[in-house]
């Protein structure tokens, strides 16, 4: 029962950082249509940004904003840089394009930052919290993830629902020369789309981090189980990502404790596939394709 309650709560501190990830990349599908599988490496070298200033001696609530700034300032550089010259011609190539700036940001960050894993710090204790003579495997920083992603959800949902702004984003991302027609300035629209994006994902990397080793490659298997998390909950939906980010950090958590951690891939995997076939629009997601 004590293994069961301890897998439970480490799948669900685990499953909220996918959620987060999975958040990310909703943000910028609803926004751009585009899947960003650069988001990863984006959130990784913002995360050094926020390692650099915390071991310069500043606090890491100074680092941790700094790291969503960067996360702002590099997602709108990178739709206006890189993303605006392919955005006219097929979806396909901005997805291409992504895998690209992926692997050069990796690249990038292993020159400016080293290869070494380096220990980043978490801002609340790491200690599982005690019940009675009993300490579970949910710790203070694990309550700080759970709510932080509660909140981003929360914001998502009123921005897309409930402000201008918001239906402007998904106008623009539908219909770009209808959108133009009515006054909407499109092109601003797709660089915010982006820069919101990212400083969701830029949060993402810092909650993965948290008390743990870095390395410019220790997004990797986040990328992977968030890109299945928003598939399984809809990538139209916020509360389907965060869902999503829940089961898959549930079902991951169980198959590692009683199956063996070599096989949480492979669930992974068994996941996606099987949500691909039975309910491919995700299991939140109520968009109904247009045809013209």
Known sequence: ???????????????????????????????????????????????????????????????FAAALVGGLVLGAAVERVVIRPVEGGPEL????????????????AAILFGSSYESFPAPFDLRGFRIGETTVAFTPFSAFVVVAVLVVMLALVALFRFTDLGLR????????????????????????GWAFAAVVGSLAGLLIAGGSLIHPAYMEPVIVFGFVAAVLGGLDSPGGAVVGGLVMGLVLSFVSGYLGSELVTLAALAILVGVLLVRPQGLFSHAAERKV
Not at 18 to 29: G, N, P, Q, S
Not at 170 to 190: D, I, P
């Open 169 to 192: 984003m998904r106008a623009s991302a539908f219909s770009q020369e209808v959108s133009r027609l009515l006054g909407v300035r499109v092109g601003r629209m797709l660089t915010l």
């Open 93 to 108: 190539n901005a997805v291409i394009v992504t895998l690209g700036l992926f692997i050069a940001i990796q690249a990038l």
């Open 1 to 63: 029962m004590q293994q069961f309650v301890n897998l439970t709560l480490n799948g669900l501190s685990q499953g909220a950082i996918y959620a987060a990830f999975a958040l990310a990349l909703v943000l910028i599908w609803r926004s751009t249509r585009v899947i960003n599988f650069a988001q990863g490496a984006m959130a990784m070298f913002t995360t050094y940004l926020a390692l650099m200033l915390i071991e310069s001696g500043q606090s890491y609530w100074v680092g």
